[in-house]
């Protein structure tokens, strides 16, 4: 049986955990984690009603004149757009150095619950390509 490996399977009976018998030494437990929920992707302007109240990755251009920074602090409040959609991004942290109005930006957080705002626990600057630096492209 070339090209296979030994497998091994672990069965375990009923929903307890005392059901399940302690490793013997040199066996190794198998712990189950909760893992995080893969993130949606989004253009901003195919945000739609499913995705209120989720986390998702929103990708749109911030708008020109939006950025306000609270006294103070690092808190941030800006707008982003792309194809006629809207959505205020309400963001703590340190934003990447080549944020600016304009800027093609990759937003990750939670969609309000009625869809009017993110809250963003991460803003990433997409890299401008040729034909952006040389004005052809507009948001």
Excluded: N, W
């Amino acid at each position: 049986m070339r090209g296979f490996l030994p497998a091994v399977v672990l069965a375990i009976g009923g929903c307890d955990p005392s059901d399940v018998p302690a490793p013997s030494p040199g066996e190794t437990e198998l712990v189950a984690r909760e893992t995080p929920a893969i993130l949606e992707y989004l253009e901003l302007d195919e945000v739609g009603v499913s995705q209120h109240g989720r986390r998702v990755k929103l990708h749109g251009y911030v708008i020109r004149g939006t950025v306000e920074r609270k006294p103070g602090t690092s808190t941030y409040r800006f707008a982003l757009a792309r194809r006629g959609a809207r959505l205020r991004v309400d963001y703590t942290g340190t934003l990447p150095h080549d944020f600016a109005d304009q800027r093609e930006v990759v937003a990750t957080g939670t969609l309000a619950a009625d869809g009017t705002a993110l809250a963003a626990d991460e803003v990433v600057s997409k890299c401008p390509d040729d034909y952006e630096e040389l004005g052809r492209i507009t948001p």
